[in-house]
């Protein structure tokens, strides 16, 4: 048995220059946590403080003998999301809040409709300090955003773009893939 160990203890920080990437399903999908994301990757921009909340949802049935004894539970479903708030009112942000074919133009200047057309699915990366020189990348390959929170134009509070990603399970049968490595030199 192994002791305690504090150097597995951590918070999770966002890592410099971008935390939370997407993009289109048909993008190589990174299989470690250090090697730079392939193109087609964008950075959504900053996130709240609040950070990131990964749910695991899961519902059981039980089996019962006759009289009464339950001699079997069996997992019914199973279903995983990603929450977060994007603080950035960027187009790559947007895109994923309204859809991509509803967000037009480039930089500052943005036009984007509001309508009930479904969102695609696309590959999303978080990218996680951890304590000890160590990083970790969770990657949806399947994901898309389900929900989407009010947002509030308030003075002194930025304007959040709250979302909950639904992350569908890939060919493997597989919802996030993590990987956690010791970085040097960073």
């Known amino acids: 048995m ?16 971008g935390a939370v990437f997407v993009a289109p399903t ?8 250090v090697a730079p994301l392939g193109e087609g990757f964008e950075n959504v921009g900053y996130c709240s403080e609040d950070g ?36 950035e009112t960027n187009e790559a942000a947007l895109k994923q809040v309204y859809g991509v074919d509803n967000v037009s133009g480039s930089g500052s200047n943005l036009s984007i409709l509001h309508n009930s057309k479904l969102k695609s699915n696309h590959i999303w990366v978080f990218e996680i300090l951890l304590a000890e020189d ?12 389900t929900s989407v929170d009010d947002i509030v134009y308030k003075d002194g ?14 060919q493997a049968g597989n919802t996030a893939y993590e990987y956690i490595a010791e970085i040097l030199g960073e």
Do not use: H
Request: proline residues 7%; aromatic residues 4%.
């Open 134 to 145: 160590r990083v970790k990348r969770i990657v949806v390959p399947c994901g898309k955003i």
């Open 2 to 17: 192994s002791p305690n160990d504090v150097t597995n203890v951590s918070v999770g920080r966002p890592k410099a220059g």
């Open 52 to 87: 990131l909340t990964n749910s695991v949802s899961t519902e059981s049935s039980s089996i019962k003998a006759w009289g009464g004894e339950e001699v079997l539970n069996i997992q019914t479903s199973r279903s995983e999301t990603f929450a977060f708030a994007m603080i």
């Open 157 to 170: 509070d930025p304007i959040k773009y709250g979302v909950t990603l639904s992350a569908l399970p890939d």
């Open 26 to 33: 048909t993008a190589a999908l990174p299989t470690d946590a």
